[in-house]
């Protein structure tokens, strides 16, 4: 079975940084695209961040872009967000995802696989 | 940035009608556009993808149509099940934009 499990979230005062992480089971990430995926409480969903299979081709939201930096790590068959400069309005649920096509550039034809997300909140 | 906006931001139907949910971006995306459903505490599900291909497993009264930029979700006979909240999402260019959402409740 395809699972995503991400991990790394918690409080954190505002201007502070986190990395979270998301490992992958039952397939290879360096055969697909990846993605970061938010949602605020009581909100809709908001892509932060792809990367392409081959790492050739990153995308960032306009919100996010010069404080996040997505990577991966094939060998260790896991996703990463560095996630810097953090503001209050990056609380949400942070959810990594899989994209349904093989080896495709960096945007998500469509998202078949997601974790259970992991929760950041920014507060003083 | 490419806008997608939803309609209608939510609607009320009942178990055996036939729901359209209509997707509008800004600009064209050929047909580069996904549908997902999504339930309270849960991630999102991949209906759609490539706007009219069935993801594997979903069941066939789910489809999807459209290309540049209307686009339109269609449940043929809504089951208990289906009551959830609908995104669309646009694979056009960066950044990747979502729709607001539809929230579809029961009647």
């Known amino acids: 079975e395809e699972q995503l499990v991400e991990s790394g979230g918690g409080l954190v005062q505002p201007g502070r940084s986190l990395r979270l992480s998301c490992a992958a089971s039952g397939f290879n990430i360096d055969d697909y695209a990846m993605h970061w995926v938010r949602q605020a409480p009581g909100k809709g969903l908001e892509w932060v961040s792809g990367i392409s299979w081959n790492s050739d081709t990153i995308g960032y939201a306009d919100s996010v872009k010069g404080r996040f930096t997505i990577s991966r790590d094939n060998a260790k068959n896991s996703l990463y967000l560095q996630m810097n400069s953090l503001r209050a309005e990056d609380t949400a649920l942070y959810y990594c995802?899989?994209?349904?096509?093989?080896?495709?550039?960096?945007?998500?034809?469509?998202?078949?696989?997601w974790g259970q997300g992991t929760t950041v909140t920014v507060s003083s | 940035d490419i806008q997608m906006t939803q309609s209608p931001s939510s609607v009320s139907a009942s178990v055996g009608d036939r729901v359209t949910i209509t997707c509008r971006a800004s600009q064209g995306i050929s047909s580069w556009l996904a549908w997902y459903q999504q339930k309270p505490g849960k991630a999102p599900k991949l209906l759609i993808y490539a706007a009219s291909s069935l993801q594997s497993g979903v069941p066939s009264r789910f489809s999807g149509s459209g290309s540049g930029t209307d686009f339109t979700l269609t449940i043929s006979s809504l089951q208990p099940e289906d009551f959830a909240t609908y995104f669309c999402q646009q694979a056009n260019s960066f950044p990747v934009t979502f729709g607001q959402g539809t929230r579809l409740e029961i009647k």
């Open positions: 995802a899989k994209d349904i096509l093989l080896r495709m550039g960096g945007l998500p034809n469509g998202m078949d696989v």
